[in-house]
Protein backbone atom coordinates (compact mmCIF):
# COMPACT_ATOMS: atom_id res chain seq x y z
CA UNK A 1 0.00 0.00 0.00
CA UNK A 2 1.64 3.64 -1.19
CA UNK A 3 1.67 6.35 1.07
CA UNK A 4 0.09 9.95 0.53
CA UNK A 5 1.18 13.41 1.19
CA UNK A 6 -1.24 16.35 1.67
CA UNK A 7 -1.34 19.52 -0.07
CA UNK A 8 -2.92 22.13 2.00
CA UNK A 9 -1.89 25.51 0.51
CA UNK A 10 -2.77 26.42 -2.90
CA UNK A 11 0.66 25.21 -5.42
CA UNK A 12 0.29 28.65 -6.93
CA UNK A 13 -0.52 31.12 -4.65
CA UNK A 14 0.04 29.86 -1.48
CA UNK A 15 -3.59 30.41 -0.17
CA UNK A 16 -4.56 28.17 2.90
CA UNK A 17 -8.29 28.91 1.70
CA UNK A 18 -9.57 26.57 -0.15
CA UNK A 19 -12.89 24.53 -1.21
CA UNK A 20 -13.30 20.49 -2.04
CA UNK A 21 -14.63 20.16 -5.22
CA UNK A 22 -14.45 16.48 -5.51
CA UNK A 23 -13.41 13.83 -2.99
CA UNK A 24 -13.50 10.07 -3.67
CA UNK A 25 -11.54 7.29 -2.70
CA UNK A 26 -9.02 6.16 -5.45
CA UNK A 27 -10.95 2.70 -5.38
CA UNK A 28 -14.48 4.52 -6.46
CA UNK A 29 -15.60 2.95 -9.76
CA UNK A 30 -15.58 6.71 -11.55
CA UNK A 31 -11.61 6.76 -10.23
CA UNK A 32 -10.97 3.02 -10.30
CA UNK A 33 -12.14 2.13 -13.77
CA UNK A 34 -9.92 4.93 -15.33
CA UNK A 35 -7.06 3.44 -13.52
CA UNK A 36 -7.00 -0.07 -14.15
CA UNK A 37 -7.99 0.95 -17.81
CA UNK A 38 -4.93 3.18 -18.36
CA UNK A 39 -2.18 1.53 -16.53
CA UNK A 40 -3.63 -1.98 -17.94
CA UNK A 41 -3.73 -3.60 -14.55
CA UNK A 42 -0.25 -2.61 -13.15
CA UNK A 43 -1.79 -1.23 -10.32
CA UNK A 44 -3.72 -3.14 -7.92
CA UNK A 45 -6.94 -1.59 -5.78
CA UNK A 46 -4.81 -2.61 -2.94
CA UNK A 47 -1.50 -0.06 -3.95
CA UNK A 48 -4.06 2.99 -3.84
CA UNK A 49 -5.89 1.67 -0.35
CA UNK A 50 -7.35 4.56 1.91
CA UNK A 51 -6.14 7.32 -0.83
CA UNK A 52 -8.20 9.60 -2.17
CA UNK A 53 -8.64 11.44 -5.73
CA UNK A 54 -9.46 15.08 -3.88
CA UNK A 55 -9.75 18.06 -6.16
CA UNK A 56 -9.25 21.56 -4.08
CA UNK A 57 -10.02 25.28 -5.56
CA UNK A 58 -7.83 27.88 -3.84
CA UNK A 59 -10.06 30.53 -2.48
CA UNK A 60 -8.07 33.40 -3.35
CA UNK A 61 -6.60 32.45 -7.31
CA UNK A 62 -9.28 29.54 -7.89
CA UNK A 63 -6.40 27.82 -9.07
CA UNK A 64 -7.61 23.56 -8.79
CA UNK A 65 -5.27 20.96 -7.58
CA UNK A 66 -5.15 17.48 -6.35
CA UNK A 67 -4.63 17.20 -2.52
CA UNK A 68 -3.01 14.34 -1.97
CA UNK A 69 -0.34 12.66 -3.93
CA UNK A 70 2.20 10.14 -4.00
CA UNK A 71 4.93 9.77 -1.75
CA UNK A 72 8.75 9.61 -3.42
CA UNK A 73 8.30 5.68 -3.31
CA UNK A 74 5.02 5.73 -4.66
CA UNK A 75 6.36 8.09 -7.35
CA UNK A 76 9.28 5.87 -8.44
CA UNK A 77 6.33 3.05 -8.97
CA UNK A 78 4.27 5.19 -10.92
CA UNK A 79 7.14 6.67 -13.43
CA UNK A 80 9.08 3.25 -13.32
CA UNK A 81 6.57 0.55 -13.36
CA UNK A 82 2.75 1.78 -13.72
CA UNK A 83 3.38 3.78 -16.97
CA UNK A 84 5.24 1.15 -19.02
CA UNK A 85 8.68 1.94 -19.89
CA UNK A 86 8.12 -0.02 -23.08
CA UNK A 87 5.26 1.86 -24.17
CA UNK A 88 6.67 4.95 -23.09
CA UNK A 89 9.80 5.14 -25.51
CA UNK A 90 7.33 3.73 -28.08
CA UNK A 91 5.41 7.03 -28.20
CA UNK A 92 9.06 8.83 -28.82
CA UNK A 93 10.72 6.07 -31.92
CA UNK A 94 7.69 5.32 -33.49
CA UNK A 95 6.36 9.24 -33.47
CA UNK A 96 4.76 10.72 -36.27
CA UNK A 97 7.34 13.30 -38.40
CA UNK A 98 5.06 16.06 -37.09
CA UNK A 99 6.88 15.20 -33.50
CA UNK A 100 10.36 15.86 -34.86
CA UNK A 101 8.83 18.72 -37.01
CA UNK A 102 7.69 21.03 -33.64
CA UNK A 103 10.94 20.25 -32.14
CA UNK A 104 13.08 21.60 -34.85
CA UNK A 105 10.63 24.79 -35.01
CA UNK A 106 11.23 25.57 -31.51
CA UNK A 107 15.22 24.35 -31.27
CA UNK A 108 16.06 26.23 -34.38
CA UNK A 109 14.21 29.89 -33.31
CA UNK A 110 16.25 29.48 -29.75
CA UNK A 111 19.51 30.86 -31.35
CA UNK A 112 17.38 33.44 -33.24
CA UNK A 113 15.48 34.71 -30.45
CA UNK A 114 18.29 35.20 -28.09
CA UNK A 115 20.57 36.19 -31.22
CA UNK A 116 23.49 33.69 -30.50
CA UNK A 117 24.81 30.58 -32.89
CA UNK A 118 23.82 27.65 -30.82
CA UNK A 119 27.72 27.02 -30.15
CA UNK A 120 27.32 29.63 -27.61
CA UNK A 121 24.15 28.83 -26.20
CA UNK A 122 23.40 26.34 -23.29
CA UNK A 123 20.34 24.61 -23.16
CA UNK A 124 18.39 22.97 -20.40
CA UNK A 125 15.07 20.54 -21.46
CA UNK A 126 13.20 20.10 -17.40
CA UNK A 127 11.53 16.92 -17.71
CA UNK A 128 12.96 15.70 -21.14
CA UNK A 129 11.91 11.76 -20.79
CA UNK A 130 13.65 9.85 -22.87
CA UNK A 131 15.69 12.74 -24.40
CA UNK A 132 14.45 12.77 -27.55
CA UNK A 133 14.20 16.92 -27.32
CA UNK A 134 18.19 16.98 -26.45
CA UNK A 135 19.14 14.63 -29.32
CA UNK A 136 17.58 16.98 -31.57
CA UNK A 137 18.96 20.09 -30.29
CA UNK A 138 22.36 18.10 -29.69
CA UNK A 139 22.46 17.74 -33.24
CA UNK A 140 21.77 21.60 -33.63
CA UNK A 141 25.36 22.11 -31.77
CA UNK A 142 23.91 23.84 -28.97
CA UNK A 143 25.06 23.01 -25.33
CA UNK A 144 23.05 20.62 -23.81
CA UNK A 145 21.10 18.87 -20.29
CA UNK A 146 18.28 17.07 -19.73
CA UNK A 147 16.74 16.79 -16.15
CA UNK A 148 15.11 13.37 -15.37
CA UNK A 149 13.87 12.05 -12.08
CA UNK A 150 13.27 8.13 -13.99
CA UNK A 151 16.35 6.22 -13.90
CA UNK A 152 15.40 4.46 -16.63
CA UNK A 153 14.90 7.34 -18.76
CA UNK A 154 18.34 8.90 -17.50
CA UNK A 155 19.99 5.74 -18.23
CA UNK A 156 18.35 6.15 -21.63
CA UNK A 157 19.67 9.44 -22.24
CA UNK A 158 23.04 9.02 -20.87
CA UNK A 159 23.68 6.14 -24.26
CA UNK A 160 23.42 9.11 -26.25
CA UNK A 161 25.42 10.88 -24.91
CA UNK A 162 23.14 13.73 -23.13
CA UNK A 163 24.13 15.43 -19.86
CA UNK A 164 21.67 14.35 -17.60
CA UNK A 165 20.73 16.11 -14.47
CA UNK A 166 19.14 14.39 -11.51
CA UNK A 167 18.85 16.82 -8.77
CA UNK A 168 17.63 20.55 -8.68
CA UNK A 169 20.85 21.18 -6.37
CA UNK A 170 22.79 20.29 -9.60
CA UNK A 171 21.70 22.76 -11.66
CA UNK A 172 24.08 25.02 -13.27
CA UNK A 173 22.88 28.52 -15.79
CA UNK A 174 21.40 27.70 -18.89
CA UNK A 175 20.36 30.31 -22.18
CA UNK A 176 16.96 28.79 -22.54
CA UNK A 177 14.88 26.23 -20.03
CA UNK A 178 12.36 23.98 -21.78
CA UNK A 179 9.64 22.71 -19.17
CA UNK A 180 7.19 20.98 -21.35
CA UNK A 181 4.65 18.95 -19.87
CA UNK A 182 6.18 18.58 -16.44
CA UNK A 183 5.32 21.53 -14.01
CA UNK A 184 1.81 19.74 -14.29
CA UNK A 185 3.35 16.56 -12.22
CA UNK A 186 5.23 18.16 -9.69
CA UNK A 187 4.21 18.61 -5.64
CA UNK A 188 5.43 21.92 -5.47
CA UNK A 189 4.83 23.83 -8.88
CA UNK A 190 6.62 26.87 -7.01
CA UNK A 191 9.48 25.78 -5.42
CA UNK A 192 10.46 23.42 -8.62
CA UNK A 193 9.55 26.98 -10.95
CA UNK A 194 12.01 29.29 -8.32
CA UNK A 195 14.64 27.13 -8.88
CA UNK A 196 14.60 26.80 -12.69
CA UNK A 197 14.44 30.85 -12.78
CA UNK A 198 17.47 31.06 -10.51
CA UNK A 199 19.63 28.85 -13.07
CA UNK A 200 18.23 31.02 -15.79
CA UNK A 201 21.16 32.97 -16.95
CA UNK A 202 20.56 37.15 -17.55
CA UNK A 203 18.59 37.12 -21.00
CA UNK A 204 17.73 33.81 -21.28
CA UNK A 205 14.24 32.79 -21.73
CA UNK A 206 12.15 29.93 -19.79
CA UNK A 207 9.45 28.00 -22.08
CA UNK A 208 6.30 26.53 -19.96
CA UNK A 209 3.92 24.24 -21.38
CA UNK A 210 1.36 22.39 -19.17
CA UNK A 211 -2.17 20.35 -20.25
CA UNK A 212 -4.75 23.87 -20.41
CA UNK A 213 -7.23 23.17 -17.66
CA UNK A 214 -9.50 26.09 -18.30
CA UNK A 215 -12.80 23.56 -18.96
CA UNK A 216 -12.47 21.49 -15.98
CA UNK A 217 -14.79 22.72 -13.33
CA UNK A 218 -17.46 22.63 -16.25
CA UNK A 219 -16.74 18.77 -16.70
CA UNK A 220 -16.46 18.15 -13.49
CA UNK A 221 -19.98 18.92 -12.72
CA UNK A 222 -21.40 17.12 -15.71
CA UNK A 223 -23.85 14.39 -15.02
CA UNK A 224 -22.20 10.86 -15.55
CA UNK A 225 -18.37 12.38 -14.72
CA UNK A 226 -15.81 9.63 -14.79
CA UNK A 227 -11.96 10.36 -14.37
CA UNK A 228 -9.80 10.53 -17.53
CA UNK A 229 -6.53 11.25 -19.35
CA UNK A 230 -7.06 15.15 -18.94
CA UNK A 231 -5.25 18.44 -16.82
CA UNK A 232 -6.70 16.43 -13.94
CA UNK A 233 -5.70 12.57 -14.39
CA UNK A 234 -5.48 11.07 -11.24
CA UNK A 235 -2.11 10.53 -9.78
CA UNK A 236 -0.30 12.06 -12.55
CA UNK A 237 -1.41 15.23 -13.12
CA UNK A 238 -1.43 17.06 -10.05
CA UNK A 239 -1.75 21.01 -10.87
CA UNK A 240 -4.59 21.88 -13.07
CA UNK A 241 -3.63 24.98 -14.73
CA UNK A 242 -4.84 27.67 -17.15
CA UNK A 243 -3.29 30.85 -18.70
CA UNK A 244 -4.37 33.15 -15.95
CA UNK A 245 -2.56 30.77 -13.02
CA UNK A 246 0.45 29.86 -15.33
CA UNK A 247 1.12 33.70 -15.43
CA UNK A 248 0.23 34.39 -11.68
CA UNK A 249 2.69 31.59 -10.78
CA UNK A 250 5.25 32.75 -12.87
CA UNK A 251 5.13 36.27 -11.76
CA UNK A 252 5.49 35.64 -8.32
CA UNK A 253 8.70 34.03 -9.07
CA UNK A 254 9.96 37.07 -11.16
CA UNK A 255 9.04 36.53 -14.37
CA UNK A 256 7.74 38.54 -17.59
CA UNK A 257 5.55 36.84 -20.30
CA UNK A 258 7.75 37.12 -23.84
CA UNK A 259 5.56 38.04 -26.70
CA UNK A 260 6.21 35.05 -29.21
CA UNK A 261 7.86 36.61 -32.29
CA UNK A 262 5.13 37.83 -35.42
CA UNK A 263 4.89 34.94 -38.30
CA UNK A 264 5.39 36.83 -41.68
CA UNK A 265 2.33 35.46 -43.52
CA UNK A 266 -1.49 34.09 -42.10
CA UNK A 267 -0.26 31.30 -44.11
CA UNK A 268 2.34 30.60 -41.52
CA UNK A 269 0.52 31.53 -38.81
CA UNK A 270 -1.94 28.57 -39.75
CA UNK A 271 0.50 26.01 -40.21
CA UNK A 272 2.22 27.02 -37.01
CA UNK A 273 -1.07 26.54 -35.16
CA UNK A 274 -1.52 22.95 -36.71
CA UNK A 275 2.25 22.56 -36.31
CA UNK A 276 1.19 23.42 -31.98
CA UNK A 277 -1.59 21.20 -31.86
CA UNK A 278 0.33 17.96 -33.64
CA UNK A 279 2.85 18.20 -30.37
CA UNK A 280 -0.22 18.57 -27.62
CA UNK A 281 -0.58 15.49 -25.83
CA UNK A 282 -3.64 12.98 -27.52
CA UNK A 283 -6.70 12.92 -24.73
CA UNK A 284 -9.63 13.77 -23.95
CA UNK A 285 -9.97 17.44 -23.48
CA UNK A 286 -5.84 16.95 -23.54
CA UNK A 287 -5.13 20.75 -24.88
CA UNK A 288 -2.25 22.21 -24.12
CA UNK A 289 -0.67 25.87 -23.30
CA UNK A 290 2.38 26.94 -23.84
CA UNK A 291 3.94 30.68 -22.87
CA UNK A 292 7.39 31.68 -22.95
CA UNK A 293 9.09 34.38 -19.91
CA UNK A 294 12.08 35.82 -19.28
CA UNK A 295 13.22 37.31 -15.65
CA UNK A 296 11.78 40.34 -14.65
CA UNK A 297 13.76 43.29 -15.46
CA UNK A 298 15.39 42.01 -18.03
Known sequence: MERFLERRACPVCGELRHEIVLSLAFSAPEVWDFLARFYAGRIVR???EGGRYELRRCGACRFLWQGFHLDAEGMRRLYEEWISPEESLAKKTRADVSLY?????????IARRLGRKPYQLSLLDFGMGWGAWCRM????GYTVAGYELSQRRQQHARAWGIRVIDSLDSLERYDYIGC?????????????????????????????SVPDGRDMERRLRE????????????????????????????????????????????????????????????????????????????
Not at 101 to 109: C, L, M
Not at 183 to 202: G, I, K, M, N, Q
Not at 289 to 295: E, I, M
Request: proline share 7%; aromatic share 4%; hydrophobic share 45%.
Open 137 to 140: AQAY
Open 223 to 298: PGWRAAKDALHPLEHLNCFTSDTLARLAARVGLRPVPEPALATPGLRAFARRAIAALRPKGAGLTGTSHCFARAGT
Open 46 to 48: SDL
Open 180 to 208: NQALEHVADPHETLARLVAALAPGGLLRL
Open 101 to 109: DGYAREISS
